[in-house]
Structure formats: C-alpha cells, structure tokens
Nanobody, 124 residues
Framework: QVQLVESGGGLVQTGGSLRLSCVAR????????MGWFRQAPGKEREFVAA????????NYADSVKGRFTISRDNAKNTVFLQMNSLKPEDTAVYYC?????????????????WGQGTQVTVSS
C-alpha cells in the first residue's frame, strides 16, 4: 500500500507560481509512474500531468503545457508540480496518484492510491 501526501498549495495572484509536492510513504516511488490531477468545485477530476518511473517521459494536459512542469526525485520519494503563469481557471484541489497503467496515462481510472489533495486558489 502506498500513502501519498500532497503539499504546497495556497493562494496566489494571477501570473504567480507555486510548487506542489507529493511524498510517498510505504513504498519506493521509483516503482511507479505518477500523475497529478485537479478538481474544481462542480467539475469532474481532470488530468494535469504524468511522469514515468525514470522521469524521462512526461505527459501534459493541453491547458497547462508550457506553464506547468512535472518532475520527481526518487531518492526523496517525491513528485513535484511546478506551476508558473497561474490563471484563475487553475483554481482547484490538486491530487497526486499512482499510474497503474505504467504508461504516463491521462485517464483517471488508470490511477490508484490518491492523496488527500492540496488547495490551489488563483485570484484575479
């Protein structure tokens, strides 16, 4: 069983930056591809970014390409999401999860062991 704990969310103005972290407990993170998703009030959970076990392959939603960067430090059992040029529409609870498909999937049903989420709010 893997337990994931997200942190780094907060309130930021439009154009600002935040760096989210996802720490894994219970298993070595280098066994898994990982992903970030987000869910805004009244909306379905949507894919943000994914990264392979080695870190060599990544996948991004079109809405965040060029602004967000996913990375990982397997020695620290941590996955990161660097978010730049934030917009009000990025406001959501952000979750990390384990990609069971091992293919940097963008599909929520390929993921398991979801964290509790961290709130990101971007003011206009």
């Amino acid at each position: 069983q893997v337990q994931l704990v997200e942190s780094g969310g907060g309130l930021v103005q439009t154009g600002g930056s935040l760096r989210l972290s996802c720490v894994a407990r219970g298993r070595a993170l280098n066994m898994y591809d990982m992903g970030w998703f987000r869910q805004a009030p009244g909306k379905e959970r949507e894919f943000v970014a994914a990264i392979s076990r080695s870190g060599r392959s990544t996948n991004y939603a079109d809405s965040v390409k060029g602004r967000f960067t996913i990375s990982r430090d397997n020695a620290k059992n941590t996955v990161f999401l660097q978010m730049n040029s934030l917009k009000p529409e990025d406001t959501a609870v952000y979750y990390c999860a384990v990609d069971q498909s091992m293919g940097v999937s963008g599909r929520p049903y390929d993921y398991n062991f979801w964290g509790q989420g961290t709130q990101v709010t971007v003011s206009s």
